[in-house]
C-alpha cells in the first residue's frame, strides 16, 4: 500500500437538510455521513468555503495506509448539491476522481449496493447538480432504495422515511455502505466492487 500523499478524497453524503428530512430515504447519503463521521471519531463544522457541513481527517489506522479524507454533507437543498461540493472540490484540489458521492438509487433493490466511477444520473437530483457543477467522472457508492409500491409518485416515495420493514435493516445496510466507501477510499474500486457490488 503506498503512502497517500497529495489531495484528499472528497467524500460526499447526498441529502436535504433540517430534522423533516433525517430519516428520509432520499437522506441515506446523510446516514452513512454520520455514521462515517462516528467512525473519524469527529464531528461535522460549518465550512468557512461553503454552503456545506465538513469534518476533516483520515480513514484507517494512523500510519502510512491512511487516507486523508475531507467529509461533506452539503447545506443546500439536494438538487443544489453541485455548487458547495465544487466549491470544496475547488478550495481542497480534489481531483474529480477523488470525489465520491454516497447516495439512495432506485433502480436497485433495498439494501443492494453498487459502486462505480461515473455514469448518468438516472434521473437523482442530487447527482444531477453535481454533474452540471463538475462533469460525470467521480466515484458513487449507490445505495438501493427499491422502487415505489403501486402508483406512488417516485417524489413522495424518497421524501416518505424507511418504512418500519426496512428499518429493521437500515442500521445494518447503512453500517455496510460506509465499509463499501472505506474500502473504496484505501483498495480502489475494483477490489471495492468485487466485495461490495453484491
Not at 432520499?26 to 456545506?52: I, Y
Not at 422502487?147 to 417524489?155: I, L, T, Y
Given at each position: ?52 457541513q465538513v469534518l476533516e481527517g483520515r480513514f484507517g489506522a494512523p500510519g502510512p495506509a491512511s487516507r486523508r479524507v475531507v467529509l461533506v454533507k452539503p447545506a443546500s437543498y ?52 453535481m454533474t452540471k457543477a463538475m462533469g460525470p467522472d467521480y466515484h458513487r457508492v449507490r445505495f438501493g432504495i427499491g422502487r415505489p409500491p403501486g402508483r406512488m409518485q417516485v ?44
Amino acid at each position: 500500500m503506498t503512502s497517500d500523499s497529495g489531495a484528499p478524497w472528497l467524500v460526499v453524503g447526498l441529502g436535504n437538510p433540517g430534522p423533516g428530512y433525517a430519516a428520509n430515504r432520499h437522506n441515506v447519503g446523510f446516514m452513512v455521513a454520520d455514521l462515517l463521521a462516528g467512525r473519524m471519531g469527529g464531528s461535522f463544522k460549518r465550512a468557512a468555503k461553503a454552503q456545506a457541513q465538513v469534518l476533516e481527517g483520515r480513514f484507517g489506522a494512523p500510519g502510512p495506509a491512511s487516507r486523508r479524507v475531507v467529509l461533506v454533507k452539503p447545506a443546500s437543498y439536494m438538487n443544489l448539491s453541485g455548487g458547495p461540493v465544487s466549491a470544496l472540490r475547488d478550495f481542497y484540489k480534489v481531483p474529480l476522481e477523488r470525489v465520491l458521492a454516497v447516495h439512495d438509487e432506485l433502480d436497485i433493490d433495498y439494501g443492494t449496493l453498487r459502486l462505480k466511477l461515473g455514469g448518468g444520473d438516472n434521473g437523482h437530483n442530487g447527482l444531477k447538480s453535481m454533474t452540471k457543477a463538475m462533469g460525470p467522472d467521480y466515484h458513487r457508492v449507490r445505495f438501493g432504495i427499491g422502487r415505489p409500491p403501486g402508483r406512488m409518485q417516485v417524489a413522495d416515495f424518497v421524501l416518505k422515511d424507511f418504512s418500519s420493514v426496512e428499518r429493521k435493516e437500515l442500521d445494518y445496510f447503512v453500517d455496510r455502505a460506509a465499509d463499501a466507501v472505506e474500502s473504496l477510499v484505501a483498495d480502489g474500486l475494483e477490489r471495492a466492487q468485487s466485495s461490495y457490488n453484491s
